[in-house]
Structures are given as C-alpha cells and as structure tokens.
C-alpha cells in the first residue's frame, strides 16, 4: 500500500489518520497513513527518511509548516503566498502546497452554506494561522478585510503583503471599537489557553458568522463569547480541517472524497 504520514510535533492528538482512511475507504484507494513525530530539529531528516522508505505524501502541522517550505524544491502559488507548507507530494521533486485556505473557504461555503463575496470580514490573528487564509480569503471578493492583532504593527506589515490582491488592512484589537463585521474568524490559539481575545461586542453584527480555526470537543471559548454577543451561526475548525484533508487527498490520489460523511462521523466521535 502507498505510504503517507502526518508530521508534527506533538502529533499524538492528530485526526489526519482517522480522516484519510475514512477518504481511502470511501474512495477505494490502497493507503497507509500514520502519525510521525520528529524531533523539533529532525523534520528534515525525518522527510528524508520517509522519502527513502517509498512515502507519497505527508501533511504537516506545527511546528514545522514553515521547514517544510524551506524544504519543498517546488512550490504552488497559494503556499509561496503563505510562507507555510501543510502538503507535501514526495516525487523526484518534492513538491509543497498550502490547503488550509482552501479548506476554510469549503467549510464556510459548502458545510455553512456562507458566501464571503461582498462581506465585511474580520480576521483575529497575525501569525501563521492568519497567513494561511488570508490568500484564498480575498480571492473570494469581500468588501473589506481586517486583520486585528494585540501588536498592530504585526497586522499592518501581513495586511502588506497581501494588498495586491484585494482590500486588507491590518490594525490592533483596540482600533475595533465601533466596527461591524458579518464574518468573524479567530487564528489565534487562543482557545488552547481557555483564553479569548480582549474584543468589543459591537464587532458581531446582526447575522453574523464566527468562525474559530481550531477545533474543540466543546464550544471553544471565543465561539462562546461570539454566541453570546449575538453572533447568528458558529462553527469550529473540524471541518476546515476535514476540507484541506480532501484537498490534500485530491493532490495524492487524483480524486476528490466527499467531506461531509467524515465530519458527520468526527462529531459523532467527540460527543458526549
């Protein structure tokens, strides 16, 4: 069978295996796919090594998205945009690409049934997370895009890099005072600490969607804070994750799984 593993470090808590032998299942597809976790200085070598056993493809989550960049002698379009790599496709040449943007936009569109098209869209974070999204996110033609971060200068210099695409514009959490925004999407890891980002109601207009890029068991603590400050729908991560997985698998195995099944069943795994 065609061998692929997700690297990460710490990777014990990873999906990724669950998700892409639900895919392969559904897909008829002969794979192995296992967890690896490479010491924080060993993910080269590890990549190295898992070409040399015969390994198709690799997903990569923290913290080494960004060596995998490095690593990868080709790249798509959407990962040099991001600076970060979550896919690996090991031929002669090892090629990287970004899916998570990709992922976000389907879960948003397919699953929530929310267009971004003409919208007021506010993004919470700066780091990689944020960077990851931004691309796939302006492509879509919102009205505007602000990124917000505890350091404003942080969020300015990624507005920066992304302008030419469309409008975006990055300030600090306290220049949000007054705005309005129909899409709210949390990148930070906030959530992992119990801990939401310092945020005025006022940012949650009326029907507004609150998206938290990382998933939960539970309804993450920003999710509830937007729940209840009026947000219309709220959703986790689960099913950008399962979205870029797809994506991932599509670049592998030349066909497209179906999603909804593999997160009806992740949910189904996470309740009480």
């Known amino acids: 069978m065609d061998l692929y593993a997700v690297f990460g470090h710490p990777v014990g808590h990873s999906l990724s295996p669950r998700i892409h032998r639900l895919f392969a299942e559904e897909t008829a597809q002969q794979i192995e796919y296992e967890r690896r976790e490479p010491p924080l200085e060993g993910f080269a070598d590890a990549i190295q090594a898992f ?4 390994g198709h493809g690799a997903n990569v989550t923290v913290p080494f998205k960004e060596q995998a960049w490095s690593l990868a002698e080709q790249r798509s379009e959407r990962a040099e945009r991001a600076g970060a790599v979550n896919t690996l496709v090991c031929g002669d040449i090892l090629y990287g690409d970004n899916t998570d943007g990709e992922g976000l936009i389907n879960d948003l569109r397919n699953n929530l049934g929310v267009g971004l098209a003409g919208k007021r869209l506010l993004v919470i974070g700066a780091g990689g997370g944020a960077r990851g999204v931004l691309g796939p996110l302006l492509v879509e033609q919102p009205a505007s895009l602000i990124i917000a971060n505890r350091t404003a200068d942080k969020a300015r210099v990624l507005a920066k890099a992304f302008d030419d695409i469309g409008s975006v514009d990055g300030c600090g959490l306290d220049a949000l005072e007054g705005e309005r925004f129909e899409v709210v999407i949390n990148a930070t890891s906030s959530g992992l600490d119990g801990d939401v980002p310092t945020l005025p109601a006022s940012i949650v207009a009326e029907g507004a969607t609150a998206y938290d890029m990382f998933y939960s068991a539970e309804p993450t603590p920003f999710l509830r804070w937007a ?9 986790d991560g689960l099913g950008m994750l399962v979205e870029q997985a797809a994506a991932s698998f599509e670049l592998w195995r030349r066909i497209r799984p179906s999603t909804e099944p593999v997160i009806e069943a992740l949910r189904h795994d996470t309740r009480p």
């Open 51 to 54: 070409r040399e056993e015969g």
């Open 227 to 235: 729940e209840a400050n009026g947000a219309f729908r709220t959703r």
